[in-house]
Nanobody, 122 residues
């Protein structure tokens, strides 16, 4: 099976920085798109940023200029560098990956990490 393990969530002050990491392991042939989503209390889960296998990125308007997504294909990992953090960034952040599990099939599976808490407060 495939697992996504996240780390890096913490309590930080407004204006601070944080780097989230997510590594995929298990039965993996290749990974297509990867992304970060977040969910604040009482709100629906929303896309923060995503990155394709070729390195193309998209991010939410609310985080443009502050957050940067990147990936390391050799490590099956995706990262989210968060700068100039605001209280409204407080949420549980989830890693997502679209994974091809075998060379014999083009089918892919969509997987989620367990989530990591980011709290921005003074």
């Amino acid at each position: 099976q495939v697992q996504l393990v996240e780390s890096g969530g913490d309590l930080v002050q407004p204006g601070g920085s944080l780097r989230l990491s997510c590594a995929a392991s298990g039965r993996i042939f290749s990974i297509n798109a990867m992304g970060w989503y977040r969910q604040a209390p009482g709100k629906e889960r929303e896309l923060v940023a995503k990155i394709s296998s070729s390195g193309s990125t998209n991010s939410a308007e609310s985080v443009k200029g502050r957050f940067t997504i990147s990936r390391d294909n050799a490590k099956n990992a995706v990262y989210l560098q968060m700068n100039s953090l605001k209280p409204e960034d407080t949420a549980v952040y989830y890693c997502n990956a679209e994974i091809r599990m075998a060379a014999s099939s083009l089918r892919v599976g969509n997987y989620w990490g367990q989530g990591t808490q980011v709290t921005v407060s003074s």
